[in-house]
DNA sequence: CCCTCACTGGGAGAGTAGTT
DNA sequence: AACTACTCTCCCAGTGAGGG
């Protein structure tokens, strides 16, 4: 059976996110958008660690359930969380973002009373550590050697292993010796497959992808496709699957230029440029003379050594567009007006498998019995990529406008 | 009803101002 | 010159007030 995991998002109880990212509501909501398996994320918050030992019950194999409800009506979860280092190394302040998995409560009890002793874990949801990437790392796999980490959205230009302003051009650099003990990197928002393709050191490792979620609605934007029989699914299985590719299908993914730091660019300048156009100002901002943030295309410009993807070996991809943004854009209005929200219920209530159904599975004649011609247009337009971009930069989120037959001629002009 | 915009804050480092 | 003590910066994106 195929299973949608998303293993990267945040409680209510980390900064600027919803206070409805509360378990019956991710449950509620996962089910909605056809997620079968949800990370927990911030088990490291005391708060948060113990409604999840209250409201869970093991499985057995490393997943959990809701407790007090059918079975049936429980997603599975798995238990993960993500933490910030900063710190100094080799001159430069260092921003690291890491995503880690445990395969049981009892081993996040432990992680968490021996990082307690030396570092608050009650401010935030997502912790600031002021530890060494490496030595954390040790520590994890120290507590318990099933424990799993993924730099997390590596290439975003402020919190990433690679990125401009904070992180390194290697995993050695960063881990030493550890970096072995690194499987996987989370692409993020603003880079998908192909583009980390070009760098062929990245060859060895898997690339997920997960939503990184504040709130409910935002769950599953990206996501990881898994082939498991209903018998063997468990943590182990999940893990060893990110680690070998084997049972790991294909990863659901964002639009790059959709992302918040695909150009290069200033925010307040109101400038964007092309890596090949940040390079010919050596990397100066024309409007205000100070150095640009410098984007993920850029970062991967500079680590790539081959121009054509790879073929095979690796998971496939699917591009998406979120439903709601493609209802909005029907209507020509914001995805958080209410006319959004409410279609958009109505329409994945309809499904069987949730959006995911909608966005991946049905064909347009079953979609058309379920929703009106102009979003079934959209939908398919979508999945064809019959799109327009601008792209994200310094921050701010690139747009992605479906070319809907008479608005074609409109958005021509701004095609990237 | 719809959209825009200011506001929120932990933690670490960098930068600056002030004191001795 | 060397120190302390501030302030400022960045991240995150949801939230709710206010205006059209």
């Avoid at 900064?15 to 490291?44: C, P, V, Y």
């Avoid at 030992?53 to 809701?66: A, D, F, H, I, S």
């Avoid at 050697?145 to 730099?151: C, G, K, S």
């Avoid at 893990?239 to 730091?261: A, L, M, Q």
């Amino acid at each position: 059976m195929r299973y949608i995991a998303d293993f990267h998002l945040h409680s209510k109880y980390s900064r600027a996110t919803s206070r409805e990212m509360d378990l019956r509501h991710l449950n509620q909501w996962a089910k909605l958008k056809g997620i079968d398996i949800l990370g927990t994320g911030d088990f490291t918050h005391p708060l948060w660690f113990k409604e999840l030992e209250e409201k869970l019950t093991p499985l057995g194999n490393g997943l959990y359930q809701l407790k007090d409800i059918s079975k049936k009506s429980s997603i599975y979860f798995i238990l993960t969380t993500e933490i910030s280092c900063i710190y100094k190394k080799s001159g430069k302040t260092r921003r690291i973002h890491l995503l880690v998995f445990a395969p049981n409560l009892e081993v996040v009890r432990k992680l968490n009373q021996r990082l307690e002793k030396n570092y608050n874990l009650h401010s935030d949801g997502r912790p600031i550590l002021g530890i060494d990437a490496k030595e954390l790392l040790k520590i994890i796999l120290d507590v318990s050697p099933e424990n799993f980490v993924v730099p997390a959205h590596a290439w975003t230009p402020w919190y990433a292993i690679f990125g401009s302003k904070s992180g390194f051009d290697s995993l050695e650099e960063c881990f030493g010796e550890m970096a072995l003990e690194i499987y996987a990197l989370e692409t993020g928002l603003s880079s998908d497959p192909p583009m980390n393709w070009r760098w062929s050191y990245l060859d060895k490792y898997t690339l997920i992808s997960n939503s990184d979620a504040h709130s409910p609605e935002n769950l599953g934007r990206e996501a990881n496709v898994f082939e498991f029989s209903d018998k063997e699914i468990s943590y182990q299985k999940i893990i060893e699957s990110i680690k070998t590719r084997k049972n790991f299908v294909f990863t659901i993914e964002f639009f790059p230029e959709e992302g918040k730091y695909y150009l290069d660019g200033h925010r307040d300048c109101q400038i964007s440029l092309l890596p090949k156009e940040t390079k010919k100002l050596k990397g100066i901002c024309p409007v205000c003379g100070r150095p640009l943030t410098i984007g993920v295309l850029h970062r991967i410009d500079d680590l790539a050594d081959r121009e054509a993807p790879r073929q095979g070996g690796a998971p496939g991809f699917k591009s998406i567009i979120p439903l709601k943004e493609i209802i909005a854009q029907t209507y020509g209005v914001k995805k958080t007006a209410k006319k959004v929200k409410e279609k958009y219920l109505e329409l994945i209530k309809k499904t069987e498998k949730g959006e995911f159904s909608a966005l991946l599975d049905l064909e347009e004649k079953e979609l058309l019995k379920i929703a009106s011609p102009r979003i079934v247009q959209g939908i398919i337009k979508a999945r064809k990529g019959e799109i327009a971009k601008s792209a994200g930069y310094d921050g701010v989120y690139g747009e992605i406008k479906i070319l809907f037959e008479e608005s074609k001629r409109v958005f021509q002009e701004k095609i990237f």
